[in-house]
Antibody
């Protein structure tokens, strides 16, 4: 059974760096074809894609947030880590990690999602 | 970045109704368009890929159409569990982008 679970702080202060961890189960971050993304959703607002990492350590980032984001993987722990620097109250959101599915028919879709973690940015 | 625009932003409907949601891309994405359903307080779930292919386990009352820049999601015979917010997402190129969402509410 494929599952993903986010963990990290529920509260961060402005200007701090956020580090979130996604623990994978039922599939491996190092298996050929595995891709994992992060997506966030401010309260009451739409989904926003943030970053992606592949089995071969290829990385892709949101155009608007690229300078603040780093995505990495820990193959020994089967985890994907997202860091976001210079946190601001507007970054308050639920952060999700999701497995990415790719095929010639589907393109890049998100077929399994974690439960999400609400991160509040406040002093 | 490809901009995705959904309409309407919300729709009120009754059980048994047919609802259609529109999604428009700012540039062509071929058939690389996905749809997700999200219920309050829950993560999104994957409904449709390739504009019209249902993910395993998705009821057949859901259907998707379109290609290029214009797409629709139709829910026929609306059921109580279908009241939720729906998002489109272009799966053609990075960065991935989502529509603003359409909330299907009970009339």
């Amino acid at each position: 059974q494929v599952t993903l679970k986010e963990s990290g702080p529920a509260l961060v202060k402005p200007t701090q760096t956020l580090t979130l961890t996604c623990t994978l189960s039922g599939f491996s971050v190092s298996t050929t074809g595995t891709r994992v993304s992060w997506v966030r959703q401010p309260p009451g607002k739409a989904l926003e894609w943030l970053a992606r990492i592949d089995w071969d350590d290829d990385k892709f980032y949101s155009t608007s947030l690229e300078s603040r984001l780093t995505i990495s993987r820990d193959t020994s722990r089967n985890q994907v880590v997202l860091t976001m620097t210079h946190m601001d109250p507007v970054d308050t959101a639920t952060y999700y990690c999701a497995r990415m599915y790719f095929s010639d028919i589907s393109g890049h879709c998100l077929d399994n999602w974690g439960q999400g973690i609400l991160v509040t940015v406040s002093s | 970045d490809i901009q995705m625009t959904q309409s309407p932003s919300s729709v009120s409907a009754s059980v048994g109704d047919r609802v259609t949601i529109t999604c428009r891309a700012s540039q062509g994405v071929s058939s690389w368009l996905a749809w997700y359903q999200q219920k309050p307080g829950k993560a999104p779930t994957f409904l449709i890929y390739g504009a019209s292919s249902l993910q395993s386990g998705v009821p057949s009352r859901f259907s998707g159409r379109g290609s290029g820049t214009d797409f629709t999601l139709t829910i026929s015979n609306l059921q109580p569990e279908d009241f939720a917010t729906y998002y489109c997402q272009q799966s053609n190129s990075f960065p991935l982008t989502f529509g603003g969402g359409t909330k299907v509410e009970i009339k």
